[in-house]
């Protein structure tokens, strides 16, 4: 997470009130490998396109904004029937990625995501759904049947 970010949550809060772990390169580049497999995407882990051909797997609108006062991302999981594991990741562009306790990115999602710079990519280690949100607010999410994947 950036500094200013940590650093923003501590003088709201007094303390850092989540846990989360930095993926290293290899660990991020895993990931990128599997989601494109699983998506069956046409371009390559490696590839400039691969965030383009995961923007696109992403099928679903929400109905909400995550600029929207009171937003909660409980909502938008219980709008597309996700039921996250315990632990989801938080991808920027999918070069930086964090692992946080679900509920955490869920309590805190504001100290998370800010409006303006951020993308992000939200999901779990199951590759069954991915949940998108944009700088500006809109939220695109897939649910994925991977029962057919080897």
Same mark, same amino acid.
């Given at each position: 997470?950036?500094?200013?970010?940590?650093?923003?949550?501590? /003088? /709201?809060?007094?303390?850092? =009130?989540?846990?989360?772990?930095?993926?290293?390169?290899?660990? @991020?580049?895993?990931? =990128? $490998?599997?989601?494109?497999?699983?998506?069956? %995407? *046409? /371009?390559?882990?490696? +590839?400039?396109?691969? $965030?383009?051909?995961?923007?696109?797997?992403?099928?679903? =609108?929400?109905?909400?904004?995550? /600029? $929207?006062?009171?937003?909660? %991302?409980?909502?938008?999981?219980?709008?597309?029937?996700?039921?996250?594991?315990?632990? @989801?990741?938080?991808?920027?562009?999918?070069?930086?990625?964090?692992?946080?306790?679900?509920?955490?990115?869920?309590?805190?999602?504001?100290?998370?995501?800010?409006?303006?710079?951020?993308?992000?990519?939200?999901?779990?280690?199951?590759? +069954?759904?991915?949940?998108?949100?944009?700088?500006?607010?809109?939220? *695109?999410?897939? =649910?994925?049947?991977?029962?057919?994947?080897?």
């Amino acid at each position: 997470m950036d500094e200013h970010k940590i650093n923003y949550h501590i /003088e /709201e809060y007094g303390s850092l =009130r989540f846990a989360f772990d930095k993926l290293d390169d290899a660990a @991020c580049w895993t990931l =990128r $490998e599997r989601l494109a497999t699983a998506l069956r %995407l *046409k /371009e390559t882990a490696a +590839s400039v396109a691969f $965030e383009v051909d995961v923007d696109r797997s992403l099928n679903l =609108r929400s109905k909400h904004d995550a /600029e $929207e006062q009171g937003f909660s %991302l409980a909502d938008v999981l219980a709008e597309f029937a996700i039921v996250p594991l315990a632990t @989801c990741l938080v991808a920027f562009s999918f070069q930086v990625i964090y692992r946080f306790q679900t509920t955490d990115v869920v309590k805190y999602f504001d100290d998370i995501w800010y409006p303006g710079p951020d993308d992000i990519n939200i999901l779990d280690e199951s590759l +069954s759904w991915m949940v998108a949100v944009y700088h500006h607010g809109s939220i *695109k999410a897939a =649910r994925f049947d991977l029962t057919d994947q080897h």
